[in-house]
């Protein structure tokens, strides 16, 4: 039987796992911090990536469900306020829906969400399936990308500034998750820590934070491949105008 | 309120759909018929594509458990039988597996199938979620891609045993799918076109086979991007061994 991993263990660990398989290495990202992505393909990026901030909220929800502790619940629920926002105050999907119209995209089409890639609906489908039907312990290490999300998030701000200056009105998305995904990172890391008490429980929570890196990197792997190399978006999604391009 | 289409016209529909979204016409398919693939391209459709047939008597067995008519059921299970064979009598996924053992990959690492995209993986398990969670009506018509298999299954044998003369013996899952799809293919356009009776539940089985051919493209694009062009596979996939390449 393996030994039970020390807190330090299990976070260098999760750490490892970020390293190799977190999205910040995609060459989509590369290239995006590169200055050498089109309007066009980030219009696509922008429309595609709607569909994942969508189901965000929706993916809370189902782990507030899931919880039978009303102290958990009572952090867990700021992840749905983040998101959906308040009277009159924009929450994440808002701002990426306002990013997106900053890339020149109409607002309607985006919420409209028809022109999603397929395997870019697969893969958020599958965070939703894997949140729901994998162990509350699961669920929640599965949220734990966002213990990477700030270093490729200020990276972004700086190099999006610099190569794509007509899209800086489009940034608070980004901005506002400078300091949200570290607090929920840090709650869900303690909870993970606390809650993986045999070591196949805590492989258990090191396998699901590997399974949301893949469907992080397949979303983007969908739109390289549509809009990148070699460019080709399947039949019925979203094509990107000639003037963009 | 949209007319009922009568049968001609709600075939014609369906027929449609496979025109322009049927995975006949997908890139990947092409270069394999053309003869471009490497046997270590052929490695990595045959082993994805295993996951895909791993999951069709699964696929099935959702359907027959959704159906209270015992008519159905008797008809429908055959397709389960089919996929898993009897004693002794391979059925589909044994069969796919000696495909895929014709390309020179180890039984055991095609059925462990730990290297399989993350996107083949969620294309299919958004088809097992389909047939879960949509109506009986809309499962049965996701079926339907059998209308157009045959053609795209005959034109592969003569293709592949002119361009890949060693794939040969891996043969036998294409050949039994000859006569088994269109048979399979006849029984769910007539159930269909019975018990879609208003064009609302008409347009729902249309557009439940246009999600299906979505399913299907966009395993290959997975494929294709993987270890074709650009040729990078995600962290963890199937690699191509160079002796392959």
Redesign the interface.
């Given at each position: 039987m393996m030994s039970v991993l020390s807190p330090e263990e299990l976070s260098a660990r999760l750490r490892a796992v970020g390293e190799?398989?977190y999205h910040h290495k995609h060459?989509f990202h590369v290239l995006m911090h590169e200055g050498r992505l089109t309007r066009g393909q980030l219009q696509a990026w922008a429309l595609n990536r709607a569909y994942y901030q969508s189901k965000i909220p929706v993916k809370d929800a189902l782990i507030l469900a899931r919880s039978g502790d009303p102290a958990f619940r009572r952090v867990w629920r700021k992840r749905v306020i983040d998101h959906d926002g308040g009277a009159g105050e924009p929450g994440g999907i808002e701002k990426w829906i306002r990013l997106a119209e900053a890339t020149g995209l109409d607002r309607d089409r985006v919420i409209a969400g028809e022109e999603i890639?397929?395997?870019v609906?697969?893969?958020v489908?599958?965070y939703l399936?894997l949140v729901a039907e994998r162990s509350l312990l699961e669920a929640v290490a599965s949220s734990l990308t966002e213990m990477f999300s700030r270093d490729l998030i200020s990276l972004r701000l700086d190099k999006v500034r610099l190569h794509y200056p007509w899209l800086e009105k489009g940034l608070d998305y980004f901005t506002a998750r400078l300091s949200q995904a570290p607090e929920d990172a840090g709650f869900a890391l303690d909870w993970v820590t606390l809650h993986a008490r045999t070591r196949d429980e805590q492989e258990l929570a090191i396998s699901a934070l590997?399974a949301k890196?893949?469907?992080l990197?397949?979303q983007l792997?969908?739109i390289?491949?549509?809009y990148v190399?070699?460019g080709?978006p399947?039949?019925?999604a979203f094509r990107i105008e000639e003037k963009s391009a």
């Open positions: 190799e398989r060459p890639l397929p395997g609906r697969f893969a489908d599958a399936n590997r890196c893949d469907i990197w397949a792997d969908a390289y491949f549509a190399e070699p080709w399947p039949p019925g």
